[in-house]
């Protein structure tokens, strides 16, 4: 069956860093377009970043535009969301997933299968 796992979340200070990476299996993970979602709280689940398929194109949501950065490699069917200058409003549980769809989507409808989530903490 179709798994995406998540990891390397955890705590970090404000202006801090973390890398996090989504392993596919179950798929042709090249044959997808992945995304980073994420969920705070009494929060509805927010779009951050998308690539394509190729990880030749790449789309961003207001709030990380300049400090997230999404790539992926194919040949290890692996996603990854490099985070920078994180802020306490970044606290969250963040989601990949993966798409059947030709272009970039940003709705969560839009996206067929869903990892479990890993918990990024920032501290004030």
């Known amino acids: 069956q179709v798994q995406l796992v998540e990891s390397g979340g955890g705590l970090v200070q404000t202006g801090g860093s973390l890398r996090l990476s989504c392993a596919a299996s179950g798929l042709t993970f090249s044959s997808y377009a992945t995304g980073w979602f994420r969920q705070a709280p009494g929060k509805e689940r927010e779009f951050l970043a998308g690539?394509?398929?190729?990880?030749?194109?790449?789309y961003y949501g207001d709030p990380v535009k300049g400090r997230f950065s999404i790539t992926r490699d194919n040949a290890k069917n692996t996603v990854y969301l490099q985070m920078n200058s994180l802020k306490p409003e970044d606290t969250a549980v963040y989601y990949c997933?993966?798409?059947?769809?030709?272009?970039?989507?940003?709705?969560?409808?839009?996206?067929?299968?869903w990892g479990q989530g890993t918990q990024v903490t920032v501290s004030s």
């Open positions: 997933a993966a798409a059947d769809r030709q272009y970039i989507v940003s709705g969560a409808h839009q996206y067929d299968y």
């Open positions: 690539i394509s398929k190729s990880g030749r194109s790449t």
